[in-house]
């Protein structure tokens, strides 16, 4: 257990609906990055936050956005979803902003129908 | 072209047996390399974090070498185990600007061990 946690597990929704996942860090870890994983692909950095401000951008698109809360939970919109939007997003944790070491979640599975 | 390639992109092996994974990047400059261990469906763990100025890092029966001069890394799993089944992603840690790095994921060799 990383002890970074992220809910619901799972989510199923149609297209064009809009939905939010939700990340809680490692206690004491300031900063919190999203990723998405699909189908036989490799992980691909989305954002990262570090103690409520946005770090570090990476290939999100416009129809997602983050947020990092002042206890320091994260919360990523995803909107106007689309099928190719279906994957795994991980969240994880670190201490401070450098990505040294990570910890990873165990992932928010998203099926979008 | 990914930036990290990493082969083979499977992998059956007997239980017992030695196995050894590849990962060539271009990522340049970079920070430093990982390797991480993915059960299916779940996050990531992280094995190993080796700096452009190690060579070899081990830990427990993984054993990971950098060689910077030729991009190159090799996770070395010995005697393996039936959990040792799982995707193993090579990780390269760039500068990104300011303070923070970014994180560039090959796509992971699936392990298969069978007993």
């Known amino acids: 257990d990383s002890g970074v946690t992220q809910t619901p597990k799972h989510l199923i929704t149609a297209t064009g609906q809009r939905v939010t996942l939700r990340c809680s860090p490692r206690s004491g870890d300031l900063s919190v990055y999203w990723y998405q994983q699909s189908l036989d692909q490799g992980l691909q950095f989305l954002i990262q936050y570090y103690n409520g401000e946005e770090r570090a951008k990476g290939n999100i698109l416009e129809r997602f956005s983050a947020q990092q809360f002042p206890d320091l939970h994260s919360e990523l919109n995803l909107s106007s979803l689309e099928l190719g939007d279906s994957a795994l997003y991980f969240c994880?944790?670190?201490?401070?902003?450098?990505?040294?070491?990570?910890?990873f979640g165990p992932g928010t599975r998203l099926t979008v129908t | 072209k990914n930036q990290v390639e990493q082969s083979p992109q499977s992998l059956i092996i007997l239980e017992g047996k030695n196995c050894t994974l590849q990962?060539?990047?271009?990522?340049?400059?970079?920070?430093?390399l990982r390797w991480y261990k993915q059960d299916t469906g779940r996050g990531p763990v992280s094995l190993t974090i080796?700096?452009?100025?190690?060579n070899t890092k081990s830990n427990g029966r993984y054993t990971a070498t950098l060689d910077a001069d030729t991009k190159q890394s090799s996770l070395h799993i010995t005697a393996s185990q039936l959990s040792d089944s799982a995707s193993y992603i090579c990780?390269?840690?760039?500068?990104?600007?300011?303070?923070?790095?970014?994180?560039?994921f090959g796509t992971g060799t699936l392990l298969a061990v069978q007993p």
């Open positions: 994880a944790s670190s201490p401070s902003g450098h990505s040294y070491e990570q910890y």
């Open positions: 080796m700096t452009f100025s190690e």
């Open positions: 990780v390269v840690s760039a500068p990104y600007g300011g303070a923070t790095n970014k994180l560039i």
């Open positions: 990962c060539n990047y271009t990522v340049s400059p970079f920070s430093n």
